[in-house]
């Protein structure tokens, strides 16, 4: 695998720097997210625990194989077991609708 990603490295190839399985939920709230924004529960973002804000990351949902590109920009979720938090809108976008939760894969970008 490290031979993959420093041939990629060289040939400039395109390699997502960072991929983790778990579990997504949508998040609704009216206040300033933790990157100093408004929050917009009709934009395409998502808050993260570690990811830095500003990261384009891609979410598969696992079983229908829907993928959404979000931006980080808050902080969360902090509900065990949970990896992204979604807004509304990128929510629908997936496919969550009332169940409120996915297993997903998030995908750095960049």
């Known amino acids: 695998m490290k031979a993959f990603l420093m041939a990629a490295v060289i040939l400039g190839a395109s390699v997502p720097a960072h991929a983790d399985t778990g579990i997504a939920s949508w998040y609704n709230r009216g206040h300033i997210t933790a990157s100093g924004e408004r929050f917009n529960n009709h934009a395409m973002t998502a808050a ?4 830095p804000f500003g990261t384009m990351v891609l979410v598969t949902r696992k079983d229908n194989h829907k993928q959404i590109v979000v931006r980080i920009n808050d ?3 902090f509900r065990r077991g ?3 938090d979604l807004t509304e809108e990128a929510g629908k976008k997936l496919g969550i609708g009332k169940k409120g939760v ?7 970008l960049r």
């Open 82 to 84: 949970r990896i992204i």
């Open 102 to 108: 996915a297993h997903v894969t998030v995908t750095v």
């Open 75 to 77: 902080r969360g979720p």
């Open 48 to 51: 993260s625990k570690h990811l």
